[in-house]
């Protein structure tokens, strides 16, 4: 239960044997406003009560859209009103509350109903468009280093061609934090905290309620 799971499967988009985008999204897309990105999440509730082990899911209704740096202390704090006591780990994660078997089932469907009730941005699960990829791409060469300075190995970066075309066409794509190994949820705190994983304003501001 971290921010780790709330991923779809992402849509995956070909590249041309140069490595340049073909069909790259030009905007954001059907999620500009709080009401577009609440039809969009719906779309995922299937999977999340799947993911959660919710046969039959209750009722939702999105409260907001929240911020990576939020989903361990929103989901502490929503579980906390159906009477389970989770813990925020130091690198953003929840750990449920052990509970007897007769309470396996509330505790499932809580951690359903607080995660669709307080998603992250659905925005996270799709590609980014070719401008924010471009940047994103400028930012994780100038973090490389940074993460070598804590002691991390990291490959040679690609191209931003080249990433580019990595991006868009599969799942597996050079990013040094994913190179990274952090033995200990203190290290992956440092890491973090010492190199942010994507520049600011990489995504537009999450929409009003």
Known sequence: MDSSTQTAEPQVQQADNQGTPEGVVPDWGDAESFEEMVALEQQRWP???AGN???D???VEIVRFIEEEEFASVQVDC???FGFDAK???DGGVIPPRVPDDQIGALNEAAYVCQARYPLDPRRRQELPLVPAQEYYEHLVESASCV???GYPISVAPSQEAWLGQYYSSEDWWNPFSEATPESEAAVAELYGACPKEPEGLYPPLPAP
């Open 47 to 49: 999977e999340l009560a």
């Open 79 to 81: 579980l906390a009103e």
């Open 53 to 55: 082990r919710v046969d």
């Open 88 to 90: 925020a780990t130091r």
């Open 148 to 150: 070598e300075r804590l």
């Open 57 to 59: 899911p209750p009722p």
